[in-house]
């Protein structure tokens, strides 16, 4: 590896142009004590700009049912074997309500693109939340059309969370057969144009994508200057067309991508997603000592947890809120990391400036 890259690894986020493909394969490609080095400078830099505090959010996967049908996902509404559920408006607002009695500041509330939550519920479900005190509120259900997302922030709305997953418009395609890029890309525009906090990401080792792939899509989503970028490992779901696809040969592929995030953003929010639970069982310790800050708990009733699995050994479903509750402090502690106490909102310089 040339060994100026390698120096220059805590300043990366301060060159005038991205790392060029080359580059950003070269780190992909580290190993050994280089790769040591890489991480430790991802968790320098996310020290530095971010801070040792780790930001919960409390997660509520309302329902499972999904109009797309995307080669990957365990709830694409071709899946016929996927027992489908929706929550109630009611009880979303006591989950949320619940988030804080756990101390979580911040709750997600995830869904398929479900067209059943009107927009006029969903802003009604926000309204309601926001009105029994400070609880910061990330949405995340999919493509809606743009004027709704000024109505999720005018209702209380702080985030938005909409991966692209990938920034291949080939491999989007093949892996999207109901959907088109340009209009996810849109939605993001219209998201922040809405004056919501932007996150989005990608999916990690895409079959038919390769390292070329991931360099481009860790460009691309540098460039979308986000203020959360959520990634995590592709993980071949056995009820989809990608059953049987292989992971990466190099599974510390998956902890570099987030490392040379962290790199390239230093500002960002960037979450330990549950997926890498799955991918190894201290996945998620892992991610946080290798620059994520971000740590998000289910607080999904159990009942439920099992049908909303978008990939396979989904860690967690088996467990309740409180559970996961427990377990969440221990793990934080034990990296010797503290829980942050604010709302979580997005840390970029130009934030403000965006709020005007």
């Known amino acids: 590896m040339p060994a100026a890259l390698l120096a220059e690894l805590d300043q990366l986020h301060a060159r005038p142009e991205l790392p060029a493909v080359d580059e950003l394969l070269t780190l992909l490609a580290l190993q050994g004590e280089e790769l040591a080095q890489l991480y430790a400078a991802a968790d320098r830099v996310r020290q530095r700009f971010v801070g040792d505090e780790v930001h919960l959010r409390g997660i509520v996967e309302f329902s499972n049912h999904c109009r797309l049908s995307c080669d990957y996902c365990g709830i694409r509404s071709r899946n016929r074997n996927v027992q489908r559920y929706r929550l109630e408006p009611e009880e979303i607002v006591e989950l949320a309500f619940k988030a804080r009695v756990y101390g979580y500041p911040s709750v997600v509330l995830q869904s398929g693109e479900d067209p059943w939550y009107t927009v006029d519920k969903l802003c009604d479900i926000l309204a309601q939340i926001k009105s029994d005190g400070p609880l910061s509120i990330t949405l995340s259900c999919g493509e809606r059309p743009h004027e709704e997302y000024r109505r999720f922030r005018a209702s209380g709305c702080d985030r938005y969370l909409m991966r692209f997953e990938t920034s291949n418009r080939e491999l989007f395609d093949r892996i999207h057969p109901d959907d088109d890029f340009d209009r996810r890309l849109g939605c993001l525009e219209a998201i922040r144009a809405a004056g919501i906090q932007l996150g989005s990401g990608f999916l990690i080792g895409l079959p038919g994508g390769g390292l070329e792939t991931i360099a481009g899509d860790l460009r691309f989503a540098t460039g979308l200057k986000l203020d959360m970028i959520g990634c995590g490992p592709f993980l071949p779901n056995p009820e989809t067309p990608l059953a049987g696809a ?44 290798r620059g994520a800050n ?63």
């Open 246 to 289: 292989p992971l990466l040969d190099d599974r510390e592929v998956y902890y570099k991508t987030i490392a040379i995030l962290r790199l390239l953003n230093p500002y960002a929010h960037i979450p330990a997603t549950t997926a890498f639970d799955a991918l190894f069982a201290d996945g998620r310790n892992r991610v946080l000592q």
């Open 294 to 356: 971000v740590f998000m708990p289910n607080i999904t009733p159990q009942r439920f947890r099992a049908g909303y699995r978008l990939y396979p050994n989904k860690p967690c479903v088996d467990e309740d809120g409180d559970a996961c509750a427990l377990c969440t402090r221990g793990r934080i502690a034990g990296l010797g990391r503290q829980i942050a106490t604010g709302p979580g909102h997005s840390l970029r310089p130009d934030w403000a400036e965006r709020q005007g």
